[in-house]
Structures are given as structure tokens and as C-alpha cells.
T-cell receptor, first 117, second 110 residues
Framework: GAVVSQHPSRVICKSGTSVKIECRSL??????MFWYRQFPKQSLMLMAT?????????EQGVEKDKFLINHASLTLSTLTVTSAHPEDSSFYIC?????????????FGPGTRLTVL | GEDVEQSLFLSVREGDSSVINCTYT??????LYWYKQEPGAGLQLLTY?????DMKQDQRLTVLLNKKDKHLSLRIADTQTGDSAIYFC??????????FGAGTTVTVRA
């Protein structure tokens, strides 16, 4: 089956530092990956679409300079939260679209819990 | 997501059937999905249905689609304690993006 991993699963950092989160598709190639943010007891909010070999597409209201996305290979996308602040604390989830399928199915990683002190 | 609506909570007795309902707005959606999220975890794809289908069954899961009313439901037969989770319905909304509902928290009681 399609497996997506995220690393780290949990990170605590000081305010003002940067944090990088990795998203990997383990057994398929993903030309498109997505980054979501989820607040407690809420749905997923799409932050950006990560396209292999090109710039990410950000949703309205998401600061591209604060949330840097790099999709350098067909199996890896990274999200870097720059100059993190306590309000950036959240659960970040990535997904990868399996382009082999015609169903546009997205497979999700296990999520990364970010806490900014 | 504002285009996909779900009831927020469902409580069901172990062994009974659970029915989770969802309405969506984008009539051009090709596929509709059901995902399950357990506490502190990512989303697990449960099933999906193609928009030209009315029903899809996969073991204990049955998906019904009423395209005219833009209504989607997920029935879980013989609900178990391990089925306690948040269930999200989603529609594809163009550019491979998914629009999610707010999620239905299913609590299974003994």
C-alpha cells in the first residue's frame, strides 16, 4: 500500500528558531504533495501544494516566506517554519498524491506536532 | 471546509451500525473520499467512490452517494471500539486538491 512518512513526529523549539519537517512517499513517486495544518478539534486547512521541480502554490493567507516548501525529488517534500512563534504551534500533516492512480487519492503522513515556546 | 458539511458528533453502541452523513457542493467532483483520523495521528484513507456510482461496499464499510442531492454517507456495520475516531469526508476540488468537512467524532460505547 501507499505509505507516507513524516519526520519528526514531534518537535519543541524556542521562539525565533526555524524548524524543518520532512514528508516522504516511501513506495511511490509523488509529483504533488500537500501541506496541511490542523488546529485542535478542527478540520485540515490546506496551506500549500508542493510540486516537484517547481515552486509551491500557497493558499490565500499563507505566508510563503514564513512557510518555505521545497520539493526536490519525487519522494521528498520539506516544510520549513521560519522564525517560529507560539502561534505557529500546531499539527502539521502532509499528503502525497499517487500519480499512478486516476483517483486523485492522497495518502497522508502521520503528522508532526510542533510546539513553539 | 466550507463546501463540505458533516454532523460533528455521533455516539453509537458497540455492535450497532454507524451512519455518518456528509453533503458537498461541487457537482463536478469526480471522486469522494472517507478518511479516518485517530487521536494524534494522520489521516487514513478508508474508501472512496467514483461520482458515477451509487454505492460501494468494502467489508464493514458501505458508501452511498446521492449525486442529485450531493449527499454522501458512510455506514460502518458492527461498530467496534476501534472504530472510535474522527471521520472526514472529502471531495476533490480541482488541481488535485481535496476539500474536507469538519469531521464527525464517532464515539463507540460498550
Amino acid at each position: 500500500g501507499a505509505v507516507v512518512s513524516q519526520h519528526p513526529s514531534r518537535v519543541i523549539c524556542k521562539s525565533g528558531t526555524s524548524v524543518k519537517i520532512e514528508c516522504r512517499s516511501l513506495d511511490f513517486q509523488a509529483t504533488t504533495m500537500f501541506w496541511y495544518r490542523q488546529f485542535p478539534k478542527q478540520s485540515l486547512m490546506l496551506m500549500a501544494t508542493s510540486n516537484e521541480g517547481s515552486k509551491a502554490t500557497y493558499e490565500q493567507g499563507v505566508e510563503k516566506d514564513k512557510f518555505l516548501i521545497n520539493h526536490a525529488s519525487l519522494t521528498l517534500s520539506t516544510l520549513t517554519v521560519t522564525s517560529a512563534h507560539p502561534e505557529d504551534s500546531s499539527f502539521y500533516i502532509c499528503s502525497a498524491r499517487d500519480s499512478r492512480l486516476s483517483t486523485d487519492t492522497q495518502y497522508f503522513g502521520p503528522g508532526t506536532r510542533l510546539t513553539v515556546l | 471546509g466550507e463546501d463540505v458539511e458533516q454532523s460533528l458528533f455521533l455516539s453509537v453502541r458497540e455492535g450497532d451500525s454507524s451512519v455518518i452523513n456528509c453533503t458537498y457542493t461541487d457537482s463536478s467532483s469526480t471522486y469522494l473520499y472517507w478518511y479516518k483520523q485517530e487521536p494524534g495521528a494522520g489521516l487514513q484513507l478508508l474508501t472512496y467512490i467514483f461520482s458515477n456510482m451509487d454505492m460501494k461496499q468494502d467489508q464493514r464499510l458501505t458508501v452511498l452517494l446521492n449525486k442529485k442531492d450531493k449527499h454522501l454517507s458512510l455506514r460502518i456495520a458492527d461498530t467496534q471500539t476501534g472504530d472510535s475516531a474522527i471521520y472526514f469526508c472529502a471531495e476533490n476540488s480541482g488541481d488535485y486538491k481535496l476539500s474536507f468537512g469538519a469531521g464527525t467524532t464517532v464515539t463507540v460505547r460498550a
